[in-house]
T-cell receptor, first 109, second 121 residues
Framework: DIQLTQSPSSVSASVGDRVTITCRAS??????LAWYQQKPGEAPKLLIY???RLQNGVPSRFSGSGSGTDFTLTISALQPEDFATYYC???????????FGGGTKVEIK | QVQLVQSGAEVRKPGSSVKVSCKSS????????ITWVRQAPGQGLEWMGT????????KVPPRFQDKVTISADTSTSTAYIEVTRLGSEDTAVYYC??????????????WGQGTLITVSS
């Protein structure tokens, strides 16, 4: 089974900072990953879907890239509403399979 | 606009079972994968299984195969997850989510509000 390892597990940053989150897969992934944002007490929100496309309504400061086993989520200029936990996700459709990374918490510095 | 509305919080005793519902409205139901994910307090997201309602196909990861039953009623656009032999480790928020694209399970754009299941004696 594919495992996804996110790093760092947490990061402290200031408004305006550029933040990069890495997601490494235990084996090569044929497509790319989805990325979700989750705030406390809320359901996850889809930010980016394969292949690195921004979900409707998601600000352009978010971007995803990568291929093979190494993927990144970048927030180009952190905003106050971006403080949250971020998860990468790999999947297969037939048969269905989902794998999540362990999460990266973006905290206020 | 698609909405997924889940049943309310439950408290269960160890060894018992619980069934959570997820009713979809607005948009098609049968052709979109519905997946169940849980989140224990302070922990990450854990996939519990997926159903493709139009095919009746269910996939549950090996660690949950003897513990979880996933079903769907296309006539009411409702999906269900039943978790059996509950233990304290099953205390979590359970989410349903709908895949963004028909006949694809690559990303999930609509989520239920979550259902807190507490297992306590």
């Amino acid at each position: 089974d594919i495992q996804l390892t996110q790093s760092p597990s947490s990061v402290s940053a200031s408004v305006g900072d550029r933040v990069t989150i890495t997601c490494r897969a235990s084996q090569r992934i044929s497509s790319s990953l989805a990325w979700y944002q989750q705030k406390p007490g809320e359901a996850p929100k889809l930010l980016i879907y394969p292949p690195s496309r921004l979900q409707n309504g998601v600000p352009s400061r978010f971007s995803g890239s990568g291929s093979g086993t190494d993927f990144t989520l970048t927030i180009s200029a952190l905003q106050p509403e971006d403080f949250a936990t971020y998860y990468c996700q790999d999947s297969n459709s037939f048969p269905p399979r989902l794998t999540f990374g362990g999460g990266t918490k973006v905290e206020i510095k | 606009q698609v909405q997924l509305v889940q049943s309310g919080a439950e408290v269960r005793k160890p060894g018992s079972s619980v069934k959570v519902s997820c009713k979809s409205s607005g948009g098609t139901f049968s052709s979109h994968f519905i997946t169940w994910v849980r989140q224990a307090p302070g922990q990450g997201l854990e996939w519990m299984g997926t159903i493709i309602p139009v095919f009746g196909t269910v996939k549950v990861p090996p660690r949950f195969q003897d513990k979880v039953t996933i079903s769907a009623d296309t006539s009411t656009s409702t999906a269900y997850i039943e978790v059996t032999r509950l233990g304290s480790e099953d205390t979590a928020v359970y989410y349903c989510a709908r895949a963004a694209t028909e006949y694809s399970g690559s990303d999930f754009d609509y989520w239920g509000q979550g259902t807190l299941i507490t297992v306590s004696s």
